[in-house]
């Protein structure tokens, strides 16, 4: 198959690149810099540059492509609105050069801002997508829920708040460098919030098995570890810097962690027995613990 991929040379992007490629697929990526095309091609795949703003380009990479998966977005949250915007006109274009076909979008979202219907459940792939607000005004599941209302086969990927594996340059290593820098590795009052987790590997194989059979369902959780507490993963990090673990609330937790104390402290256990069912999907890499318990994640 030839499958077009946004965001291309991004974190979880790469990693599917490399799934692709490495199963046989024949791969066409975005990419925005010249540097990243080189990069790109010689991953051995066909760079297209350009950004999710050219729509054109887009329309024309998904028409030639059996397949499209987008990874790419901003996450500028001085931008949030504008950035959003931008994705959905660049989803509802691949699917419009889709439109009339049996060829799968496959779209990224994530589970950190969804409501369970019982507060503490685990969410799952019925779970519906969060209301958008203006804190949080990106929408790819409304956006990928309008093209299949117009027969596209569109299906969205959601993953966990930390796609893990040494580079990574998420939500843990924030916390990480929040640690160096305070003195302390803290968690949100008890620290009992749950975190689900995905190794960028386990994760690329489950965009790669959504692509080869044909996005079986609307909705698919790349979902390794259902829930681990945020203290133990403070409790890692503490261990590795040689730093006292706090438990910080409030106003305290507020100023340690700055603007991301509300991903922090969620709660969002998650299951993904349906995605695994489905793709015969099972996930093989070192869960997020003992990634995370490796001087890689620790390089000054």
């Known amino acids: 198959m030839r499958v077009f991929v946004t965001g291309a040379t991004g974190w979880v992007g790469a990693a599917v690149v490399e799934e692709l490629i490495g199963a046989g697929h024949e791969v066409a990526g975005l990419v925005r810099a010249p540097d990243k095309a080189r990069a790109l091609a010689a991953a051995g795949a066909s760079p297209v540059e350009g950004a999710l703003g050219d729509l054109d380009i887009l329309k024309d ?6 397949a499209v998966v987008h990874t790419a977005f901003q996450f500028d949250f001085a931008r949030m609105a504008e ?3 931008q994705e959905e006109a660049a989803i509802a274009a691949m699917g419009e050069a889709l439109e009339g076909t049996d ?7 994530g589970v950190a801002a969804l409501s369970p219907e019982v507060p503490g459940a685990f969410l799952d792939e019925t779970t519906p997508p969060r209301a958008v607000s203006a804190a949080m005004p990106r929408d790819p599941e409304g956006a990928a829920a309008r093209l299949r209302a117009r027969g596209v086969r569109a299906a969205v990927v959601r993953l966990p708040p930390t796609v893990h594996g040494h580079g990574d340059h998420g939500f843990v290593p924030g916390l990480i460098a929040t ?3 305070t003195g302390v590795s803290a968690h949100v009052e008890a620290g009992a ?3 689900p987790a995905v190794h960028r590997r386990d994760a690329a194989r489950a965009y790669r098995l959504a692509v080869e059979r044909g996005a079986p369902l609307p ?3 790349a979902i390794a570890e259902e829930a681990v507490p945020l203290i133990d993963i403070a409790r890692v990090i503490a261990a590795r810097l040689g730093v006292p673990l706090a438990s910080l609330a409030g106003a305290e937790a507020e100023a340690h ?4 104390v509300r991903f922090i402290a969620a709660d969002c256990p998650a299951r993904a027995d349906r995605t695994r069912q489905a793709l015969g999907w099972t996930p093989r890499e070192p ?12 390089a000054a």
């Open 287 to 298: 869960g997020l613990l003992a990634d995370l318990d490796h001087p890689a994640y620790f």
């Open 83 to 85: 950035n959003g915007a």
């Open 61 to 66: 990479a998904a028409s030639r492509a059996d």
């Open 193 to 195: 919030n749950r975190w």
């Open 257 to 260: 962690f700055g603007p991301m």
């Open 179 to 181: 640690a160096r820098r």
């Open 219 to 221: 909705t698919l959780h």
């Open 103 to 109: 060829r799968p979008l496959i779209v990224t979202s």
